[in-house]
């Protein structure tokens, strides 16, 4: 009983956010709900992160949840939603880390992996990094 009359804050703001989101006109600021929800991976779970530096953390918490400056900046901006130059498709977390031909050669230096779950799951957050900074995209992130 006690349990019900003192509920964590934190749930309770979870719960209201749920309810919210799902009460909301299909557009918020320009930014289709859909998009908000389909753009995070609810199934990946938390991953402790605590051995890497403050900037290292950021960068895997934002692969994570699949927003970076570089796929969502465009957003703030106005703009269209980036392009990956060398595949003509959407620029996204997945498509970076995981479908982009362009590289292919580095990320099988360093992940054999073809989706995002085992992606998180089995590659060391150092591997992950070590790509990001060998295509050049560590900044950006
Ligand atoms: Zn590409």
Redesign the pocket.
């Known amino acids: 009983m006690l349990n019900n009359v003192f509920t964590p804050h934190i749930i309770l703001m979870a719960t209201f956010q749920v309810n919210l989101v799902s009460r909301l006109p299909l557009i918020i600021r320009g930014i289709p709900v859909s998009f908000l929800q389909a753009s995070s991976h609810p199934t990946l779970g938390y991953c402790n992160l605590t051995h890497l530096n403050r900037r290292d953390a950021v960068i895997l918490r934002r692969l994570h949840v699949g927003h970076t400056r570089l796929t969502h900046q465009y957003l703030l901006r106005r703009e269209e939603p980036p392009q990956?130059?060398?595949?003509?498709?959407a620029?996204t977390v997945v498509?970076?880390l995981l479908?982009?031909?362009?590289?292919n050669s580095v990320r099988q230096k360093y992940f054999p992996v073809t989706a995002v779950k085992d992606l998180f799951d089995t590659v060391s957050s150092r591997d992950i990094l070590s790509f990001l900074r060998d295509i050049r995209l560590y900044s950006c992130i």
């Open positions: 990956c130059h060398s595949c003509n498709c620029l498509h970076i479908e982009c031909q362009q590289c």
